[in-house]
């Protein structure tokens, strides 16, 4: 059974940081392209970032410069390093893990920004 458990998400002022991690289970998590979304009231889930297996990493446009994505293989966990945070990065973000033919999704975990 495949697991992606999502933790360190919160409520957080203007130019805080958190940091995310994703704990996986039940997956070749070394094999997997690991990637964080995000999904703010009413909109789409969005793309933050993304690392894969090889370590290569790329940022939506709006988060370059701020947020650091990373992953330890040893440990089964993908991580989300967030500075500089902004109320429009407020949403639900998401943990996602893609194989070749395959993908699975964490339950989220909410963070909120404040003015």
């Known amino acids: 059974q495949v697991q992606l458990v999502e933790s360190g998400g919160g409520l957080v002022q203007a130019g805080g940081s958190l940091r995310l991690s994703c704990a996986a289970s039940?997956?070749?998590?070394?094999?997997?392209?690991m990637g964080w979304y995000r999904q703010a009231p009413g909109k789409q889930r969005d793309l933050v970032a993304r690392i894969t297996s090889r370590g290569s990493t790329n940022y939506a446009d709006s988060v370059k410069g701020r947020f650091t994505i990373s992953r330890d293989n040893a440990k089964n966990t993908v991580y989300l390093q967030m500075n500089s945070l902004k109320p429009e990065d407020t949403a639900v973000y998401y943990c996602?893990?893609?194989?070749?033919?395959?993908?699975?999704w964490g339950q989220g975990t909410q963070v909120t920004v404040s003015s």
């Open positions: 039940g997956i070749i998590f070394a094999r997997m392209t």
């Open positions: 996602n893990a893609a194989g070749v033919i395959d993908s699975y």
